[in-house]
């Protein structure tokens, strides 16, 4: 598993990187680490992690493992572990996971939702 709290992501662990110079609209599932670089609209059904690159545009509806924002996202984002907006993160739509942190820096307009962690 990719180091989600870091700083800085070794993208050598991700198994796939969308390049910043990547326009990209469907519908995408994964069930290991993906970085998002470019721009991307549609929706995200993962079991994976997930990063998007502080000069990344997401236009999504986002389901992931844990999401990592450092660049847009307009869309909601629920995560099964963790949502982490890091300082250069602007993020339009509502929030739901057992753990959220946001940094000192990041924009956020929506609405929190703190939940526990389901078993099973």
């Known amino acids: 598993m990719a180091e989600i709290h870091s700083k800085r992501i070794d993208e050598k662990k991700l198994d796939t990187v969308l390049a910043d110079d990547i326009s990209f609209e469907g519908d995408v599932s994964f069930s290991k680490p993906l970085m998002i670089k470019g721009l991307f ?11 998007i690159d502080k000069d990344a545009v997401v236009n ?41 942190v946001m940094e000192p820096g990041c924009l956020f307009d929506g609405i ?5 962690v389901e078993e099973g």
């Open 41 to 51: 609209s549609g929706s995200i059904n993962a079991t994976g992690d997930l990063f």
């Open 60 to 100: 999504a509806e986002i389901k992931a493992s844990s999401v990592v924002v450092r660049g847009k996202v307009k869309g909601n984002i629920t995560a099964d572990s963790k949502v982490e907006l890091q300082g250069t993160a602007e993020v339009i739509g509502d929030i739901t996971a057992p753990r959220i």
């Open 112 to 116: 929190s939702r703190m939940r526990p």
